[in-house]
């Protein structure tokens, strides 16, 4: 009897990371490789995808893998085969899934790396049960996923979930989409270190010590760094970490009012500073939750996977097809 | 053959509309009542649908009536038996399915009015053969419900598709749920009615027009007063109309970041004002959508049933029970 074991490929902004997942969601090996840089050509992007899965392949017995999924930072069309665009890399209605097909000896499918996160902690971790969940995925940016009825949506287009993209400040700040005052501009890794670059170029004592742990020189600003800080009790540090937990929950109260989910679920990087974040978070939602007190409040949980929720649930979804 | 007709009550926040609904969602009797006031206990409201049911099954064979369905302004819990919250109402955790059963002889469900309107536009009206809908009804407030895969969904406690009180301007007008900056306080007839009042309190020559029309009282104020003012040509109540239409937009934008779906039906009292209000939103959804140009956009179309959308689609959803 073979194993039904499934290769999922995450391609995020910066790094491309592969595994062979087992039908318990165990990564029993590994890859990695840097995502080429989005001025290249598609072609690039997928012979990085295809090494990362040869690596893969030269590691199991081939007659166990039943099936190849990636998950793709972008708009991914709903036939689950068509790259519509991705921001960080070169990619405009690209036909990702046929591209690979002619080179991968086993079914792909393609799906959005949120969508692919969120089925990974809806399978093995935090959503686990849960019926009608929302993923937020905290990175440079907010990726979003939403689970009805213990399946991933979609959308019309296969383009739901983009949460980060919602209006939350008229005329704020300037979003890479061409927008003003998006989400993900007030409650990410991206505003962490905007708000703390902005205070050291002002000279701002409340961030000298910060400054200092950097030499004096804010390029070095980072959101693990910022966390770090918090975690070693700087107070602004601190204060930075809550006040985008502040929007994420404002956020997530809006969220709560159109899905009415049981769950939310944070993920991505910036979710590693726990509950300095969440914390802040849970109480915005409870403050601006619509009809609190008269409703059933949503849980708010951090994800369990880390970065290997999209490359775990990219294998899934492409394993549950087969 | 029985005909398998149903009865469908849509009780809103001032009226009570019942009607005998056939299979092709056409309405055979009609009745009407006042909604009682919000100050008189559950047992009144009971009795004034009661009255409207009764009304009704004078004037039809029993044996054609397969279910009896109520729409109501209000939270209904996902068992669709209990009103969780009507802020119109004096309804808290009403088990109104099983009041109403014991003097209906017929099967009740309950329902919430958005989602009615939404499945009878969906089943016989602007919304047919679409999958993925956003229904938005704009009365006083904004009323809202969500079609995926041609069903309605009603999120994990029955409370989905409030997207009225997402908050669209931070520390914006205060709304009546208690948070400020819902978009119904941007997006709506007491939106139109606010900034027209303002104005005309505030002596503003920009309303002299439409004071005039009111005989100098302010009090007479009304969305239907201004829609027809905007008919005639009046300069500011057109303005009136496309800057809500303009919020109109924006919210929309964030509800299809959120859902991507493939159609928005506009509905409730305030679309009468047709495209002096859809074509500024749509205008304002083009420009704020996130992804513009990269993706297939959302149709905008004004809902075609009318104010009969909600009882018609509270007989549809109870006769589909059985």
Chains 1, 2 share one sequence.
Not at 13 to 41: F, L, M, Q, Y
Not at 272 to 284: D, F, K, T, V, W
Not at 293 to 315: H, K, N
Request: charged fraction near 20%; glycine fraction near 14%; include cysteine.
């Amino acid at each position: 009897m073979s194993a039904r074991l499934a290769i999922g490929i995450d391609i995020g902004g910066t790094k491309v990371a592969g595994g062979v997942v087992d039908e318990n969601g165990v990564i029993v090996h590994r890859t990695r490789r840097d995502t080429p840089h989005r001025s290249t050509s598609p072609s690039v992007v997928e012979n990085t995808i295809v090494e990362a899965v040869d690596d893969l392949l030269a590691r199991v017995d081939h007659d166990d893998i039943v099936a190849v999924g990636i998950g793709a930072a972008g708009f991914v069309a709903v036939d689950r085969a068509t790259v519509v665009f991705a921001p960080h890399l070169s990619w405009r209605n690209e036909p990702l899934r046929d591209a690979l097909a002619a080179r991968i000896a086993f079914p792909v499918t393609v799906d959005n790396d949120a969508n692919a996160a969120a089925w990974a902690e809806a399978t093995y971790g935090a959503a686990r049960g849960e019926s009608h969940v929302v993923m937020i995925t905290l990175g440079t940016g907010i990726g979003g996923a939403l689970i009805i009825d213990h399946q991933v949506q979609r959308g019309r287009n296969g383009i739901a979930g983009e949460f980060g993209h919602m209006q939350i400040v008229p005329n704020g700040i300037r979003c890479e989409c061409g927008n003003r005052g998006c989400w993900e501009q007030y409650a990410s890794g991206n505003a962490l270190v905007r708000e703390a670059s902005a205070m050291m170029h002002a000279g701002s004592p409340v961030v000298a010590d910060l400054l200092t742990k950097l030499d004096g020189d804010p390029a070095g600003l980072s959101g693990p760094f910022i966390t770090e800080a918090a975690r070693g009790g700087d107070a602004m540090a601190r204060e930075l970490l809550a006040d985008i937990g502040e929007w994420l929950g404002i956020g997530m109260a809006n969220l709560a009012a159109a899905f009415d989910p049981g769950l939310f679920v944070i993920g991505g990087g910036v979710s590693a500073a726990g509950e300095m974040l969440i914390g802040p978070a849970r109480e915005a939602f409870r403050r601006q939750l619509t009809g609190r007190g008269y409703r059933p409040e949503a849980r708010i949980v951090r994800a369990v996977l880390g970065g290997d929720a999209g490359l775990i649930g990219a294998a899934e979804l492409a394993r549950a097809d087969q």
